[in-house]
């Protein structure tokens, strides 16, 4: 008999649906796009087995306006899709974010601009943390690199969007929804205490009606409180939820910026450049908004540069020099399009930077 | 007769203008949910338009929604409470033009809600543009030369549109131009909501309704538009009725 | 550190059962608690011509999960080897199905072991199979992993839906690795 093992072999995809089941979410809605089709394929199926309701909407517009919905009832609820569909979800995120609404949203990113191509990319990493939709809000952003990390941090997910009333974005790629890897499917246990949801809309009995509402016409129920209240929201974020990893940081002479799966291939890279024997470095954000900038800044005193790798024209960067305050340089390596790196050109890349 | 305040509706002044229709419309749709004893049950959607503030004129609960996008938001709702009442209200411009696609896949799927449609022919809230229901000749801000005379095609029959779908329970079009109208509207929307507690599926109600202030008529003339000009394109009755009564 | 992890490339034409054999490999290193990541073609890539699949397996973690250069690959049709024979690293091995494959591998750095498997597979009984004759040939071989953490996988993919396919596919497997043993001998 074979040894009996607690994990099972997952794609992405389908592991950000066993967790996010695991952590409650009863209501997925969602449309066809490669390559995240898993999600709402799987969703289909296992939903109806734990008593939620799965509906594939007749477009990602719709399927984002059916989470305001869902969310409005104070149920767990998640969509997915890649990038021309999260473009078409922003309307909707907008929304949800001035209605403080909590929900997940799951971007599989693909190449892009426009229909790209359905290779893995991080060129949508401005749409997610700058806003991409209308208006002064922020989105929650998780960016995982492993398939443990990605069923972890789903679950977590709907804890920070519940505690803050926040659209929570996890931000993958195709290569973390299709590659398969082992995953233990842990039990959800809530990693903060969760506010009482007294503002869900399920008829008034025995209660003042309730409106979600985003519009704020006139002086008496002004936007700009409204703005002034979000904007001491996302400050609170910002100061309590800074998640990133260093790798081999201690004595590193160049450190190697990178998220998601760049930030895991970068890891071998490390390893390979440490056998050469340089001092190199990873400084992994989880959090893209918020970005641990004190991270940064304690890096770019001890280290001589910065390195940043991504899959993309180059967007994470802007915000490195940011949170570096540009006291170190900041070289770059990153295509946009559907490109990824490998362990080798990475090295290639730190071998070239390094010394000059 | 005892006429007394709907307990339904907020005791406040509303933004309408004299002539317009929504308040009638409002005041039927509370006088039903009073009637059927379920105001506290209920879930609305506000649209964007005219009706966008709904919620300080309806006492029930209310979720002010994306421009078109409530047939969708409404879908989320009542499928997560069934047990609950679900109603959209909609413009023509959020229902038909913008929000077609969520009416006819709400409508196809057959979702147990009911969609209360107030066709008024043309954009009221921005100001007197053409609307998807604008009639063939009707001048509007963004057709100047009567609507029809720059591509802008004929006024989409969402009744007849909707009556295509298998999926779909009642749809009837009716009037609030007049007192006899007003009660068979009053009828109209009471079945449309009846339909959906008793589990039948997707009901809708189109009013045809006034808007004086846009098309530049006196609320008198505006009555005699919607008896005449409207009804004649738009004809009143019932498009489907799954019950056959 | 490279040296210890098998990066497996399978390749063919979609209904080969590619993604199939990548998949038995993956949760067969799940049983025996091993590092593993799989990628497969998707989307248009798999639409009309060849698909393939990769596995990292490994002792320690996988940081990179692709493979760029192959050093083990599972051969199915003669396209897949135009595609893959010079990705393939010196030292490396390869898995020929002979059957579609009518020509010779031209590097002669690799070991290639060829293998009859659609044949074997017609003979079996069902050519669909064809897949895990090859991966019993690929197993034995290579000694990657054990054939009891194959054959067990094998049981749990088929187990839900096509339970009555089991037999045939351990037979297969069972055949495979005949077949490689007689060309040690």
């Not at chain 1, 969760?194 to 936007?223: A, F, H, M, N, Q």
């Not at chain 1, 802007?318 to 790196?341: I, K, M, N, Q």
């Not at chain 3, 895990?132 to 197993?139: E, M």
């Amino acid at each position: 008999m074979s040894k009996v093992s607690k994990k099972v072999l997952l794609k992405g995809n389908e592991v950000m649906v066993e967790a996010a089941l695991s952590a409650g979410c009863r209501f997925f809605a969602g449309y066809p796009i490669t390559p995240q089709n898993e999600v709402p394929e799987c969703m289909s199926r296992r939903m109806p087995e734990v008593g939620g309701v799965f509906v594939q909407a007749e477009s990602e517009v719709a399927a984002i306006n059916m989470i305001f919905g869902a969310s409005a009832t104070g149920t767990r609820c998640m969509t997915s899709s890649s990038s021309p569909g999260i473009s078409l979800k922003q309307e909707g995120i907008s929304y949800i974010a001035a209605g403080e609404l909590p929900c997940v949203i799951a971007n599989v990113q693909r190449g892009g601009p426009g229909l790209g191509n359905i290779r893995a990319s991080q060129g949508d990493y401005f749409q997610a943390v700058k806003g991409g939709g209308h208006g002064d809000y922020k989105l929650i952003v998780l960016a995982p690199s492993t398939l443990p990390e990605l069923y972890e941090l789903t679950q977590n997910a709907f804890d920070y969007s519940d505690y803050y009333r926040n659209p929570v974005m996890i931000l993958g790629d195709g290569i973390l929804g299709q590659m398969a890897e082992p995953v233990e499917l842990k039990e959800y246990k809530p990693i903060v205490t969760l506010p009482e949801k007294d503002w869900i809309l399920d008829g008034c009995e025995g209660r003042d009606p309730r409106v979600i509402k985003t519009l704020y016409l006139y002086p008496s129920d002004s936007l700009a409180v409204h703005n002034a209240h979000l904007k001491k929201k996302y400050e609170q974020i910002a100061s309590e939820l800074e998640l990133f990893e260093e790798y081999k940081t201690e004595d590193c002479e160049l450190v190697i910026a990178a998220y998601g799966m760049t930030a895991r291939i970068a890891k071998a890279a490390i390893r390979l450049a440490r056998d050469k024997g340089m001092k190199v470095g990873l400084l992994r954000p989880i959090s893209l908004w918020p970005l641990a900038n004190s991270a940064f800044m304690r890096l770019a005193e001890t280290a001589k540069k910065f390195l940043v790798v991504e899959m993309s024209n180059g967007q994470f960067i802007e915000d490195v020099r940011l949170a570096t305050e540009c006291s170190v340089p900041v070289e770059f390596f990153g295509y946009g399009g559907g490109w990824y790196p490998t362990p080798e050109n990475i090295l290639e890349r730190i071998e070239k930077v390094y010394t000059l | 007769m005892n006429f007394c305040r709907t307990e339904s509706l907020i005791d406040t002044v509303t933004h309408y203008c004299p002539g317009c229709g929504h308040g009638i419309i409002h005041r039927l749709v509370a006088e039903v949910l009073d009637e059927l004893g379920v105001r506290e049950k209920t879930i609305a959607t506000a649209p964007v338009g005219c009706a966008v503030l709904f919620y300080n004129y309806m006492k029930c609960d209310i979720i002010e929604c994306a421009h078109g996008r409530s047939p969708a938001v409404a879908t989320a709702i009542k499928r997560l409470l069934p047990e609950n009442v679900v109603f959209t209200y909609q413009g023509d411009g959020d229902l038909a033009a913008i929000g077609m696609a969520e009416t006819i896949h709400a409508a196809n799927r057959g979702e147990n809600i009911t969609v209360i449609f107030v066709n008024n022919a043309i954009y009221g809230m921005t100001g007197g543009q053409m609307a998807p229901t604008t009639l063939l000749g009707q001048m509007s801000t963004t057709t100047e030369a009567g609507r029809g005379n720059n591509q802008e095609g004929p006024p989409i029959k969402v009744c007849e549109l909707l009556s295509m779908l298998d999926g779909v329970t009642y749809l009837e079009r009716v009037a609030v131009n007049d007192a006899k109208n007003v009660i068979k509207t009053k009828k109209a929307i009471r079945k449309g909501f009846l339909n959906q507690i008793e589990g039948r599926g997707f009901s809708m109600v189109e009013v045809l309704s006034m808007c004086p202030t846009d098309w530049k008529v006196s609320p008198l003339k505006a009555a005699e538009f919607v008896n005449i000009d409207m009804k004649s394109v738009f004809p009143l009755g019932v498009y489907k009725d799954e019950d056959g009564q | 550190m490279a040296s210890k992890q098998a990066k497996i490339v399978i390749a063919g034409f979609g209904g080969q059962g590619i993604v199939l054999a990548g998949n038995i490999i993956a949760r067969a290193c799940v049983k025996e608690d091993k590092h593993v990541a799989g990628m497969v073609s998707y989307g248009a890539e798999m639409r009309g011509g060849t698909a393939n699949a990769t596995v990292i397996v490994s002792d320690e973690e996988i940081a990179s999960p692709f493979v760029e250069k192959p050093n083990m690959a599972i051969i199915l049709n003669q396209p897949s080897l135009d595609k893959f024979e010079d990705r393939i690293v010196s030292g490396g091995l390869v898995v020929v199905n002979s059957t579609l494959v009518m020509r010779d591998v031209v590097r002669k750095d690799i070991e290639v072991v060829k293998v009859d498997a659609l044949e074997i597979a017609k003979w079996l009984g069902n050519a669909r199979v064809a897949n895990v004759v090859a991966l019993g040939a690929f197993i034995s071989k290579t000694g990657i992993l054990k054939m009891e953490s194959i054959a067990s996988a094998i049981e749990d993919l088929f187990a839900r839906k096509k339970a009555a396919l089991i037999a045939i596919n351990k037979k297969a497997l069972q055949e495979g690795m005949k077949v490689a043993s007689r060309l040690e001998s």
